[in-house]
């Protein structure tokens, strides 16, 4: 363990798998791609193990099933258009994706279901839809989501509103959602600036140290109806340059506000302690953003321990690569619910002392005693030469 810097104690080991929950604060002292993780064991014959981990990262799980449907009328009247779709199975819908042919419009939508198509049942009542698409954006949101129903057929209403849509296609599914495990951080400093020239509001979000972020959900107080382009960028790296240090970002997230969702912004999971969020409000007025909530993946090590010894987590050892282990690739054979093992305080670990080797003449009167000797013998062989 000499090789890293920190170590933290793990609780007793009562089978053979557990898991690590890694906490939030280590998260500044690890490599970048936490390749310099290790679970050491010290047996009481004092005997070094290492027991082998899989990483794993508490993610949102989708699954997405496509339900098959045949489009079976397509008809209007004074009051709007009507579009039916039969569902030759049993299986359950809550989404449904629509694709209108052409841009800018602004509708509102009912979607009722019915086994006989006699009597009809509401669903969803005035879903909005719309596109927009100009020099600025071009954001369209023609999702409807709903609770699980099972309707041999549903029924698309859109009102007559002075245009006629055109429906080119459908897409029905059951989307089945498992939230991960997620952490909540605190926002040490929330700073906001409005650069009238770029016509941009500017955030910047200070975590106080290093942590995941996944996500970022951001609360619009104005009550107006809104779709603002904005892009999240994270804190990566520092340099020094003659005018000091210069902050680099990258980009998390680049997609839209809008009043029409619930402004959860999620990307993949990125380590850093400060996070830009910029919001184009080109000729608009500027959006009361007054509260964010920031959340970050939940990171566990799934370890296997055979045999006894007292095992501690060790890390921060930026030139370690990534440990190969055998169990990664047997991961089916790792049991789904692992108990936990406690994670202790964090300790430095003291390097043993260096063994320096002495000088040869500890007193400088024996260096000029054999500097005067070595003189001397020169000085007789080149009077010898001399003389020859």
Not at 110 to 125: A, F, M
Not at 165 to 170: E, F, G, H, K, T
Not at 300 to 313: G, K, S
Request: net charge negative; proline share 4%; glycine share 6%.
């Amino acid at each position: 363990m000499k090789n890293y810097k920190y170590k933290r104690a793990l609780g007793e080991v009562s089978d053979t798998w557990h898991k690590v929950v890694l906490p939030t604060d280590i998260f500044g002292k690890v490599s970048a791609g936490l390749s310099d993780l290790r679970i050491y064991g010290i047996t009481t014959s004092h005997d070094t193990l290492e027991a082998p981990y899989v990483l794993r990262v508490t993610d949102d799980v989708y699954t997405r099933q496509q339900v098959q449907f045949n489009l079976i009328n397509t008809v209007h009247n004074s009051k709007g258009y009507y579009y039916t779709f039969e569902v030759p199975t049993s299986a359950g819908i809550n989404h449904i994706e629509l694709d209108f042919q052409g841009d800018n419009y602004d509708r509102y939508v009912n979607l009722e279901g019915s086994q006989d198509q006699k009597e009809w049942y509401v669903i969803l009542k005035e879903s909005r839809v719309l596109s927009i698409k100009n020099a600025q954006t071009h954001y369209t949101f023609n999702s409807l989501s709903f609770p699980v129903v099972q309707y041999q057929y549903l029924r698309l209403f859109i009102p007559e509103n002075g245009t006629v849509p055109v429906l080119n296609s459908a897409r029905l599914t059951e989307e089945v959602f498992n939230p991960g495990e997620y952490v909540t951080h605190n926002i040490q400093n929330t700073e906001s600036t409005e650069n009238n020239e770029k016509k941009q509001t500017e955030i910047m979000l200070d975590m106080g140290g290093v942590v995941p972020v996944a996500q970022i959900k951001i609360h619009v107080s104005d009550e107006f109806d809104f779709y603002r382009p904005v892009i999240v960028e994270y804190l990566y790296d520092s340099i020094k340059t003659p005018n000091g240090w210069k902050e680099r970002y990258r980009t998390a997230y680049n997609g839209t506000l809008s009043s029409l969702e619930n402004n959860e912004l999620k990307f993949r999971s990125v380590f850093t302690d400060k996070v830009k969020i910029t919001i184009h409000n080109f000729d608009n007025n500027p959006l009361h953003t007054d509260s964010f909530l920031v959340k970050g993946n939940v990171y566990e090590l799934h370890a296997r321990f055979t045999e006894l010894a007292t095992y501690v987590l060790a890390y921060g050892n930026d030139r370690s690569a990534t440990p190969n282990y055998d169990i990664v690739n047997f991961t089916n054979n790792i049991p789904k619910d692992l108990p936990a093992l406690a994670v202790g305080e964090e300790e430095i670990i003291t390097k043993g002392p260096i063994d320096a080797t002495g000088p040869l003449f500890v007193n400088k009167a024996w260096l000029w005693a054999v500097m005067g000797l070595i003189i001397f013998v020169l000085g007789w062989f080149s009077i010898h030469m001399i003389r020859k």
